[in-house]
T-cell receptor, first 112, second 115 residues
Framework: KQEVTQIPAALSVPEGENLVLNCSFT??????LQWFRQDPGKGLTSLLL?????REQTSGRLNASLDKSSGRSTLYIAASQPGDSATYLC???????????FGSGTRLQVQP | SAVISQKPSRDICQRGTSLTIQCQVD?????MFWYRQQPGQSLTLIAT?????????ESGFVIDKFPISRPNLTFSTLTVSNMSPEDSSIYLC????????????FGEGSRLTVL
């Protein structure tokens, strides 16, 4: 059974810092990996999608990498802003299960 | 991308009653799922909604408690039956298309409070 772990569980940084969120998964037979953002009381917004054959994806200040063989992904946020404050969720889509398995999330707070 | 609309966005329900949540996608999708997010927790998959056939439930979730319909490629419903306070959660619909990138999108969720 796929298990997804995210470290750290919470992070507080001053505005302007570059930061890295970590995600690990136990079964490397994945179809893709997605990073989501969730604001309090809201649904999920898809940030980046990395296919199993890809190494990284970039969108603006966000960069996500994938090392499938080691079961790891990182989300890099450059020049953090208070508006980046949210919970960031990593999820993998298994080739067999056809459904996303989520990590427990990293709660990020960017101090102005 | 797919835009997903859920109704209701929130509701307060009495113990023992049932509530049906609707999920509408703005395009045809091959995959639809229902997730639950309990307070302070991450998302747990309830079931895969299969078009024209019975849903596929995850361990710990049963059809009698969470009946699901998916009559076509753009619409699904989840019913939470005989509710108890432990069912107070956010219920989220997710959809995507394996014929394209396989990226999954989520609705805004339905926040249920059971008294």
């Amino acid at each position: 059974k796929q298990e997804v772990t995210q470290i750290p569980a919470a992070l507080s940084v001053p505005e302007g810092e570059n930061l890295v969120l970590n995600c690990s998964f136990t079964d490397s037979a994945i179809y893709n990996l997605q990073w989501f953002r969730q604001d309090p009381g809201k649904g999920l917004t898809s940030l980046l999608l990395i296919q199993s054959s890809q190494r990284e994806q970039t969108s603006g200040r966000l960069n996500a990498s994938l090392d499938k063989s080691s079961g790891r992904s990182t989300l890099y946020i450059a020049a953090s802003q208070p508006g980046d404050s949210a919970t960031y969720l990593c999820a993998v889509l298994d080739t067999g299960r056809r459904a996303l398995t989520f990590g427990s999330g990293t709660r990020l707070q960017v101090q102005p | 991308s797919a835009v997903i609309s859920q109704k209701p966005s929130r509701d307060i329900c009495q113990r023992g009653t049932s509530l049906t949540i609707q999920c509408q996608v703005d395009s045809q999708v091959t995959m639809m799922f229902w997730y639950r997010q309990q307070p302070g927790q991450s998302l747990t998959l309830i079931a895969t909604a299969n078009q024209g056939s019975e849903a596929t439930y995850e361990s710990g979730f049963v059809i009698d408690k969470f009946p699901i319909s998916r009559p076509n490629l753009t619409f699904s419903t989840l019913t939470v039956s005989n509710m108890s306070p432990e069912d107070s959660s956010i219920y989220l619909c997710s959809a995507g298309d394996r014929r394209s990138s396989g990226e999954l999108f989520f609705g805004e969720g339905s926040r249920l409070t059971v008294l």
